[in-house]
């Protein structure tokens, strides 16, 4: 017999019985020991012709959970690359989706976040909550005409961005949300969005 303690979920601590050793298997398969990755090593896949590809394709680790489709976790990075979709709306799309996004700054600017997203900085967005560029980045990327659409565009060399995905639900600490350092005006940076809906605008996409 064995007997486990663990620190749980939200810091409870539990404990855990069971009536045969952990080690009374033929072999491991995987294991959960540290792993270090030089995320400057990572290749990016991205699009070449029009429309935004789904931010999977930025998956540099997941961890599979029993659900079909439905990691207990996906890490993401965001490296500096090449943008070159045409008559596309170039900035991560609004979403809002199942799983719940950690994502921070390691180094430069977002490439979603124009003002008041520092290196070090973070935010969480849970399941279901709409969110996207602040709105300096949607104004910029509207103001594009066909011809700039055209051409490629950088993310810069000095940018890397991560997200954590999963579809459990973090929970805050009452330290953390107690901090000086959170940004209580952080949904303000949508707050001058304006409409932009044409119900009589035909994408060039459409017309080619």
């Known amino acids: 017999m064995s007997r486990r303690d663990h ?9 855990a019985t069971q009536e045969f050793s952990p080690f009374n298997v033929v072999a491991w398969h995987g294991n959960y020991v540290p792993y270090k990755y ?24 997941t961890a599979n959970s029993s659900i079909p489709g439905c ?7 965001f490296p500096p690359r090449w943008t070159v979709s045409q ?22 600017m977002y490439e979603a976040k124009q003002d008041n997203f520092l290196p070090g900085g973070a935010s969480l967005h849970l399941c279901m909550t709409p969110h996207g560029p602040d709105t300096a980045t949607f104004e910029r990327a509207q103001q594009m005409d066909d ?3 055209d051409q490629p565009g950088r993310i810069s060399q000095e940018t890397l961005a991560f997200m954590f995905e999963t579809h459990m639900t973090p929970r805050t600490t009452a330290q953390a949300l107690s901090s000086p350092c959170i940004d209580r005006d952080y949904y303000k940076c949508w707050a001058s969005l304006r409409k932009h809906f044409d119900p009589a605008y035909e994408p060039l996409a459409k017309k080619q």
């Open 7 to 15: 620190l749980g979920n939200e810091g409870h601590i539990f404990s």
């Open 38 to 61: 030089d995320l400057s090593k990572f290749c990016p896949i991205n699009a070449v012709s029009f429309d935004h590809p789904d931010p999977s394709i930025f998956t540099v680790l």
């Open 71 to 77: 990691a207990v976790a996906d890490f993401v990075i």
């Open 87 to 108: 008559h596309t709306f170039r900035p991560p799309y609004y979403h809002r989706n199942s799983q719940n996004e950690f994502m921070g700054l390691i180094k430069g």
């Open 147 to 149: 011809s700039c659409s």
